[in-house]
């Protein structure tokens, strides 16, 4: 019976019997990262640092051999508080700190300079105004104007534009203001905006009708008595706008002229100065002061919304939209609403009655219908 073997199975092990290099099979990745091991540096270890001893360098051909001489430093004042040989003891107070020092104090002028400098002084008056305060630097000297009208005239050809239609319209009007521009020189008015109020405009929104067209004193007593929990906020508004308006726009000012003027007014001349108005929304009025201030004005602005939580049982919460509002107040004197209560009466009065049927003849029309 003879045995049957492979010839591939004869093969191998006869190179099996030939001596072979140790080799160790491993997988690519595991092989690349153990190359990469090999190769790498860790940047956060700590290496040794080398020093260079120049005795040791060779220097090198066509060169000096001369030795090199260390870099020279600043030399420091004898009281410098940088001076590590100078106790602190001996260090003196800067002379920019005393006004006695030498560093203001100008030295005398020899004898022999004195009537070149006198002179010299009578020149620069001379080119001085004789009356009113020398003039004042140039504010642009030292600067560079090219620079500067980048900010302040970025575009001229706009500005241009924009002063010439200007004077094209001055020049069609004669040099004569129109009724908008002369209300704005010769009446005050004042816009204050608060900030952002915790309230929804359906609770603010109430405040701002009651405090509309009523004078700026009564309005702060409503909002100081009122059970409204925002009604604190606006009245710290009102204050505000109050302080506002007296100091930017100088409102609310003139009954403190006539009471320095004249304090001896009798009774009637107080009575003939208190006048009836008639308000936009029709109440009556009586005006006292014509520079007093009332709330001309009163509206209210949405604002953005904060997220919030509500948190309930069983491990429940519901997302809240916590609303911000803000209020906006117009404030003008008594004497716009006097000037708007003489318009709209003088207007009533130049009003035509309106007749149904006026009393003329009929014609161009038919008795009988056509048909």
Known sequence: MSLSIPRRRLL?????????????????????????????????????RTTLDPSTIKPQKGSSTRPTEPPKTGDLAPTSIFDPSTPASKHSPSPFLNPFSKLFSKPSPKPSAK???KAAHRRRLGRLPKRGPPPLPSP???????????????????????????????????GRLSKTEKILRTERTHLSKSPLIKTSIKKLYPLARQIA???????????????????????????????????VRGMGLGAVGDNAEGKGKGKKEK???ELVVEDKQGKRRVVTDRSAMYV?????????????????????GYRLRLPYTSI?????????RIRLAEERELKRQRKRVWVPLPDRLVTAQRQYPLW
């Open 328 to 336: 906006s107040v117009v404030l003008k004197e008594e004497s716009t």
């Open 296 to 316: 001309d004005e009163a509206w209210v602005g949405r604002g953005p919304y904060e997220e919030g939580m509500d948190y309930r049982a069983r491990g429940r």
């Open 271 to 273: 009575e003939e100065e």
């Open 140 to 174: 642009t000297e030292g600067r560079d104007i090219k620079v500067m009208a980048a900010a302040l005239d970025p575009f001229p050809s706009t500005r241009r534009r924009w002063l010439r239609k200007m004077v094209i319209r001055d020049v069609r009007g004669r």
């Open 115 to 117: 009537p070149a400098l």
């Open 213 to 247: 067209g009523k004078p700026l004193t009564e309005a702060m007593v409503q909002m100081r008595f009122s059970k409204k929990k925002a009604a604190r906020e606006v009245l710290r508004h009102l204050e505000l706008a109050r302080d506002q308006a007296v100091v």
């Open 12 to 48: 191998q092990s006869a190179t099996s019997l030939i001596p072979q290099p140790q080799c160790q099979f491993l997988p690519f990745p595991i092989a690349c990262a153990l190359h990469r091991r090999q190769i790498s540096f860790n940047p956060f270890k700590r290496r040794k």
